[in-house]
Structures are given as C-alpha cells and as structure tokens.
C-alpha cells in the first residue's frame, strides 16, 4: 500500500530524541499559522460581541453569537476526526481553512442577527476541523515525552491571539466598526493555506473505508436536539415548555440510537471502546468541565467590563490582556516542565486550584469593584487555565494505540467544544433568566413603567451601546449597571460546579510515563486486523509469522524472545563472535549491550504499558543502532563473520562478488525458503524461551 515517510524527532547517538527534524518544524510551524488564524478570529470579536448585539439586536440570545460556531464545531470535531484516520489530514485541514474564511467573510456581510449567527455557524464548521486536526497532527509528528514542549507552544499561539485579538478587535470596533474584524485574518489564512499546501506533507496508508454514516446523522441530531433547548431554554422558551420538553425527549432517544449503532459499527465515528480506558474517560470529563470554566469566564467578562465598569471596548480588551499574558507564558513553561519531567499531574491538579481561586475572585467582584479587581482575577484564572488546558490532550493521546490516534484527539476536542457549547448556554440563560428583575430592582420606583410607556426599553443592551447609554439618565444607567452585576455574578458562582468536577475527575486520573516515540508499547488490536488481512482455506484464521506478515504483534513477540536469548547467549562464554557484537551494541560494554537487549527484550513481549514505557527508552537507544553509518556492527566484525561462514579462503569472499544461488538454480526459490526458515525459527525460539530456568 502506497505511504510515504513519517518525520520523526532527531536524535543523539544514544537514541534520545532532542528536536525536530528539518521538515518536521516545517510541519508545526505551518500548525502554527492554521491555529492563529482560527483563534485569532475567536478572539478579536470578544470585545465586539456587546456592540454587535446592540446594533443588530438580539441580546437575548447573546449566548448565540458563541454558541452558534461551538455548536457547529463540536459536530464537526468527531466526524473529522475519524474522517481524517481513514483520508489522511491534509486535505481535510486544507478544507478547513477554506471553510473558515467563507464564514468570517459571510460574517462580515451580516445584515441582521440571524445571518450573523448562521454565518458563525460556518466559521465553527472550519473551527472543528482546524483545532483537533492541529493537535492530532502534532501527535503524528513527535513523541508524548516531547509533545508537552509543542503543545505548550501550540497553547502560545492561542495565548498570543488572546492578548492581539481583545486589543485589536476593540480598537477596531471603536474607530472603524465591528465588521471589518472578520476581514482583518483573512491574509493570515491565505498564508497559512500556502502555507499548509506546501510543508504537510504526511504518512498514510489508503483504506477501504466504511464510513459510519448513521452514526454522524444520529450524533449531529442528538446535539442538536440537547444543545438547542439548552440555550433556548429559560430565555426564548420557558424550561417547562413543549419544545424544550420535546427536545430533550428527541435528544436522548437519538442519544441511545446513537450508541447502539455505534456498538455494531465497523468504524464507529466514536469509538466505545476507548472510553473502556479510564484515563480516557476521565480526562475528557475534566476537559469538559475546565471548557465550561473557560467560555463561561472568557464570554462574559467583556460584558462585565463594559455593562458594569463602563469602559470602552478597546479598554476591555486592556483589562483582559493580562490574563492572556499569563495564559501564554504558564502554558509555554508548563509543556517545558513536562518534557522535562515526563511528570504531568500535580501540575495539572495545581492548575485547576488556580483556576477555581480565579473563579472566587470574580465572585467577589460587584458594582463597586474597580478595573484592578477584575484584572487581579482573570490573572489567576489565567495563570490556572495555561497551566492545565493542553494537557489533558496529551494525556489522551499517551494512552491511546496510533490507529486511534486521530479519533481520540478529536474526540478530547469534541468534549471541549461540548463543555464549551453547555457553559455559554447555561451561563447565558442563567444571566438572561434573572436579569430583567435584577435590573427592576435597581430601578427607582415606577421607572421601568414611564420608560416603557414612552417606547423605550430598559435593558443591559442599554449600557452596552454608548450612543444608547449617553441618553439614559444617570439613575437608570445605575440601575442597569447594578442588575447586571447581580446576573452575573450568579453566572460565576455556578462556575464552582464544573470547578468542583474537574478536580475530582483530574485527582483520580493515572498518571502513564510519558512515551518517547509516537507509538504506544502495545498497539490494541494490530494483531487482529492483521491476522483478518491473511486468507486461507475455509475461512480459517491465519496466524502471521515471519518477514512477509509485516509487523504483527505476534512477531513483535518473536523478535523480543530473540534479542532475550541473544543476550543470554553473549553472557556465556562460548561464544566469542556473539560476545563481541552484543559488547559493540553496548559501545565497548558486554554487560551493558546484555542489559539493554534484555530490557528490549521485554518491552516487546510484555503485555503491561506500564513495563513497556519503562524499558522504551532502551529499545530506542537499540533501534538507533541500525540508523549508524556501516549499520550495528563494526567493519571489522562484519568481515570476520562473512569469512567464517564460508566455506572457501577469506581472500575470495571479502574480495570477490559471489553469484547466488538463486541467480544459478532458479527452481529454488530463497523467499520461499525464508518463510519456512521464519516458521521453524519462531518455533525453535518458543521452544528454547520455555526451556530456560
């Protein structure tokens, strides 16, 4: 089957990996580009988003202008995901971009609320590709053990959009209208595709698919149905109306249907599976609950900063920088931190603390509190949220088998996005449901009442558009900034929910040493798809053995029992050529050469992860031996053991080019002869493992 070559880290003599090769950087640093232009369109419009609502109206669906693109991702994500294992990534995330730059211009164009909402709704289609694809990517190219240092730095580029994007979105509002900031990333990703187009380049093997077509449709209905009523519900919809009940019901029906094609499936756009790993099932909880956390933070502290403290929107984006500041650089160091320490744990735990602190800060804060305060609390939660954000991706893929690699990735996205979608719902309606009496009670008496009459309506929109807020008297201003602050600090006290969820999910995650190549010790299931690619006679099971079946499990196996009984061998005195070849493997050790056989040895025929991840190391070093100029052996061996198995002078053998015998006698075929030699020599090896001590 067609593929072509997977870059890979570079490495010292001893086999540890220490960067990127040359394409590789070229790879990420492309990632980089398609990140930025997706995240820097998510954030330049936060500072806009209470403008926009107060000139196209709406800001009862506030939570819409969010939820629409999320809504879109969190669909797309897992499609994608399992879409791009059986296609490969590049076209897909080439797709992407084009489809997020037709939606930031069909955003730009928007003439009303609803065009506005669909057109996110595009953008979040290219969201939902973009984003899992980028980290899915980056688990293609580099092992766990140093995906922490490029995850940290992938989280960099968000954190870097999320300090350029509020500062230039809210100058740009200001001074020349919210439409242009769907245009300004437009460049970026044009570069970013050229970009793309010409370094990503990556290994895949074609496939016969069978795509799960009833699993997507019945996965898209189901969020559809439970995410809609979920935002709707309490504002649009009373949460006791048919159409939320309806909803619902539809919802869970579809969710069943889901999972029970999902059980027969023969790939499943989700596999069940996975979620049989606790580690698994588990960070994507806490993923979940801190995207909840995030969105429900991030979408409505502009709303704080510009309904209740009253400053513009280039001054809102200021107040938030350095929350981004700190995102970035607690990011960068933390990814550092765990390449270093191969330790990811306590510090994501440590993360989560900080970003509960942040949480209680904000539910302090109230119509008295001052800029300072606001920026004091989003620092913490910030300093949390770089800390742990990226890393539950990377425990996902060190504990997922590389076949799966890409739907695990997406599926830690989808959860996010799921977790992201739920929190500005659920933040929005329990701001919209109470905010109306907050407001009146703030209200002098029999105010609300005059103004309706008069045809004016009293709202948050009110303090929101600056033309509208200049003509409101300063009692009612008051009164509108002062209900607004009540709604919202319900929305931060209900953020300790998800906090509480996190912490509890993240503390009884296991921690897996982290991995130093891109595959995990055992791959679950590569045997068995392997045995079911051999035929043989009635329908019979063909259990693969030799150098024809590929890398099987089963000859993985094999060649662990072989590199054991080797170095056994080498230890015993009787044979000298061994000796000193495992001594060569050791450079100039014997014991050491013995030792690290041994170890290599047991990485492959162990069926613990937690073993094979220990002894990696040592079966990289090995395998680096063969990438030497000359290969394993010395020169000077290699001739002494041509010369022994002749049976002819040396001078001929090491001088002349032998014909072979299958140039002279071509009835016999050495191929052949090879795999039956590959058969009895699993068995003598087998034989031989079992008769030791």
């Known amino acids: 089957m067609p593929r072509t070559s997977t ?37 330049i419009v936060g500072p806009a988003m209470p403008r926009i609502v107060a000139e196209l109206g709406g800001m009862e669906h506030y939570s819409w202008l969010a939820t629409a693109a999320m809504l879109a991702s969190a669909i797309t994500v897992p499609i994608v995901g399992k879409l791009s294992d059986v296609y490969g990534r590049r076209g897909f995330y080439l797709g992407g971009l084009v489809v997020f730059m037709v939606g930031s211009i069909l955003s730009g164009l928007a003439q009303n609320f609803w065009w506005l909402i669909a057109a996110r709704a595009v953008q979040g289609v290219g969201m939902g ?13 580099i092992p766990p053990r140093q995906r922490g240092k490029y995850q940290g730095l992938m989280g960099g580029v968000f954190g870097l ?17 919210w439409r242009l900031l769907f245009f300004i990333s437009l460049p970026v990703g044009i570069a970013a595709y050229f970009g793309i187009s010409r370094f990503l380049h990556l290994e895949h093997v074609r ?31 009373a949460w006791d109306s048919l159409p939320v009940i309806v909803m619902y019901a539809a919802g869970l029906v579809t969710l069943a249907a889901f999972l029970a094609v999902e059980r027969r499936a023969v790939e499943p756009v989700l596999p069940l599976h996975l979620f049989r790993s606790s580690v698994f099932t588990l ?23 510009q309904g209740v403290l009253g400053v513009s929107a280039t001054n809102s984006g200021l107040i938030l920088m350095p929350m981004s500041v700190a995102m970035i650089g607690l990011s960068i160091i933390a990814g550092l931190v765990i390449t270093r320490t191969g330790r990811y744990k306590l510090q994501t ?33 910030g300093i949390g949220l770089g800390i742990a954000l990226q890393v539950y991706t990377l425990i996902v893929q060190n504990a997922t088998a590389r076949r799966d ?14 977790g992201s979608t739920v929190g500005i719902a659920v933040f929005g309606t329990i701001m919209s449901s109470g905010l109306a009496g907050n407001i009146a009670s703030h209200l002098p008496p029999g105010v609300a009442e005059q103004m309706a009459a008069s045809g004016q309506e009293v709202n948050a929109g009110a303090v929101l558009d600056p033309s509208v807020l200049a003509g409101l008297p300063a009692e009612v201003a008051t009164g509108v900034q002062r209900g607004l602050a009540d709604s919202l600090h319900d929305v931060f006290l209900w953020g300790l929910v998800p906090f509480v969820l996190a912490l509890v999910a993240t503390v009884f995650i296991k921690e897996l040493p982290l991995r130093n190549t891109v595959h995990t010790a055992d791959e679950a299931g590569r045997e068995l798809l392997d045995t079911l690619n051999q035929t043989a006679p009635d329908d019979a099971l063909v259990v693969p053995l030799g150098r024809e079946a590929g890398n099987t499990r089963t000859n993985e196996r094999l060649l662990g029992l072989r590199l054991g009984l080797l170095a056994e061998a080498a230890l015993t005195g009787d044979r000298p050529l061994l000796a000193r070849a495992v001594t060569e493997v050791g450079q100039g050790d014997l014991r050491r050469g013995a030792a690290l056989l041994e170890h290599t040895s047991r990485m492959l025929t162990t069926e613990d992860n937690d073993v094979a991840a220990q002894t990696e190391p040592y079966a990289v070093e090995v395998a680096a031996l063969a990438r030497r100029s000359g290969g394993t052996l010395t020169e000077e061996l290699k001739r002494e053991l041509a010369a022994a198995v002749a049976e002819r002078d040396v001078r001929t053998v090491l001088t002349t080019v032998e014909p072979t015998l299958a140039e ?9 002869l090879e795999r039956v030699g590959d058969d009895l020599s699993a068995a003598f090896l087998v034989d031989t493992a079992r008769s030791r001590p």
């Open 7 to 43: 870059p890979a880290p570079t490495a010292d003599p001893a086999g540890a990996p220490t960067g990127l090769d040359p394409r590789s950087r070229q790879i990420f640093t492309a990632l980089m580009l398609g990140m930025l232009v997706a995240s820097i369109s998510q954030t």
């Open 129 to 141: 590709t973009l984003m899992p694809l980028s980290q899915t990517i980056i688990g293609d190219i």
């Open 161 to 177: 959009s999320s300090i350029l994007g509020p500062l230039v979105g809210g100058f740009v509002t200001d001074h020349w209208g």
């Open 207 to 237: 496939q016969r698919p069978v795509i799960d077509r009833a699993g997507i449709a019945l996965l898209s209905l189901a969020l559809i149905f439970l995410l809609v009523p979920t935002s709707l519900g309490g504002t649009t919809w």
């Open 283 to 305: 960070s994507n909880i806490a993923s979940f609950m801190v995207s909840v956390m995030m969105f429900g933070a991030m979408i409505y502290l502009p709303v704080y900063a």
């Open 349 to 381: 735990l440590g993360g989560i603390l900080l970003m509960g602190a942040g949480f209680w800060m904000l539910i302090r804060l109230d119509y008295s509190a001052t800029e300072l305060d606001l920026t004091l609390a989003m620092v913490v939660f």
């Open 405 to 418: 690699l890409g739907v695990a990735t997406a599926s830690t996205q989808f959860f996010r996005n799921v």
């Open 664 to 672: 002279r006698y071509e009835a016999v075929d050495i191929g052949l």
